[in-house]
């Protein structure tokens, strides 16, 4: 008699109630709501009639402006957070000594274990025109420190926040292609850089997508630590919506610009990925594995 | 025998209420005791949640619910009450008005808050949307140490729903080691903004107040819904002020004023004076009142609509208004408290810079109380063209 055995996406029965109830309904009553209207001053949103008018109200100069000062804070933050921390990725993986990868996973992890809004001001303090660093830089003849409220601060604080979210599935990806694989690249004559862009990277390569999506989407809608760094120069997107809920108490509009702005998000990461598809194809093309030609061998 | 319910009994006088509300109270338990399963059933049929019970001085409720804004009340004081009468305080606190009124609003009615102090304007759409509860001014006999003239104010004449807790004004800080002339009025806010202080200035991270700035010191009505005026604030914000705005700060009191981030920013009286007193180096900071026109800001004490625990929220509001604690309230907040005499009493508790505390009444009569109008979304679009142009 066979056991009676319960279907396999059981399993995934758990997840599937959570993120319908806690993140696709409200999505869903976003959305609703963004086809609605504010019905008076001291309303938030109405729905009994239904239309695309804030749609059009959204489309603004201001909104594009900032949607466009927004998505450059998060593709330079992105940027940032790949190339430095590719590096610390691959060395943990590959170069440092597998009984010490706890720990540096932990190191890693240990920003976490505070507040980011408390880590965001603390560099707030650190970066004051007469905080510390300012002083210390007087103090040895460096003229006053003074990039608080400007975007190198942003970007110092963007890569700070969010450099674990870019090592981690980078560290989980270089360590997966494995030490045989490399051992039998070199043993087939390639040298060490050979090996890194013709066997590394490209197995590499959905971990790095991984860790790019995960630093740019939530960075998209960031407008906590870009703010605190970087004042005016720090504005967000997600602020002009937030403004919209809360200061304006206009639901509908609001709604509006969050569903728009899901959508720009989806597009610019679909329009950045083709395009790193299409940077990659010289180097796809090299790397190509012939597999049908053995005839020469045995001819 | 006359048929009266009252009970008579040999006490002192001091100890009447106490008596009467332990009385009272085991009265309540034992009806409790018996209808406590009815209720309970009857809770669950009301999905919208019933409106609070009347407060008729009855016995009080075990617990209170305060949902306030972030700090906003000195601990002995919310420890006094509990020792004093009895329930226990839970605390919550919200960021904005908004805030507070979305969570009352979602919850229809289930929020279980009883205290809440929303601000002044918003104190008509709570009315409107159903939100508060009509006091009972005979549970509040206190009422009486509040000064007159914060009480009776625009957005309710009477009192019917709400109290001041703390009112405040705006103006601004500027530092005399880099602006060394002397500002006054919002005019000179402005030139400071596009000279000295060029980059290195602060507004408030409010709609309100940016485009506020530009009323005042131009002798423009702030509640202002003529489209010419707001177009003519929004051109000269947009291409005059904002370029030069380093930040929008809504606090500079809490960081920027003791760690001198700007040379000049706009900030609340009371937030202005924290940083001041927090800064290694007070002597250089300036506070300036805005003038020639400025605002009038009052947070209200009032109670939910739907109070769980209305009778405690009425002695809660009597005990708070005790003149008792006027000191140590306006000692931890930093801001008016509109009790009467509390400037003598400031004064002789030896409290410092109550110049940024008190003012004349020749500036009390400069300051204007806000209002919620139409020209609410045009103030919100203004103020993000002016964070998208100052971004830029």
Redesign the interface.
Known sequence: MRKARLPGFALAIPAWVWLATFFIAPVAVVFYYSFGYKPGLFGTHATDRLSLDRYVEVLTPTFFETFVATMWIALAGTALCLVIGGPVAYWMAVKAPPSWRGLLLALVLVPFWTNFLVRTIGWQVILAPEGWMSQAAQAIGLPAFDILYTRTAVLLGVVYNYLPLMILPLFVAFDRVGEPLREASRDLGANRLRTFWRVTLPLAQPGIVVGMLLVYIPLMGDYITATVLGGAKGNMVGQMVAAQFQTAQNWALGSAMAVTLVIVIVLSAAVVGGLCWLGTWPLRRANRVVLDAPEEVTA | MPANDDVRILASRASTPLVRRELSRRGFLAFAAGTGTTMFLAACTTPGGAPAPAATGGALENALSIYTWGDYDAPEVLEGFTADLGPRITLDSYG?N??M??KL?AAKGTSGYDIIVPTGVFI??LI??GLLYKLNRDLIPNIEHVDEAYLGRVWDPDNEYSICKAWGTTGFVYDKTVITRELKTWSDFLDAAKNEASGRT?VLD??VEITGIYYWANGIDWDTTDPAEIDAAEKYLLEELAPH?????SYPGG?AIP???HVLMQAWNGDARIGIMESPDPDRWQWVLGSPATELWMDNWAISASAPHPEAAHAFLNYVLDPEWAIAQIDYIGYHTGAKNIEAMAREAGLELLDMVFFTPEQLATMQDGE???A??RN??I???I??A???
């Open positions: 904005s908004e805030e009124i979305a609003v008509p759409q409107e949307n602060a409010d709609p705005i380093a930040a929008f700060d960081a760690q001198a981030t919620i109008n139409e609410q979304a919100v679009e103020w993000n063209k964070k998208a100052a971004g830029a």
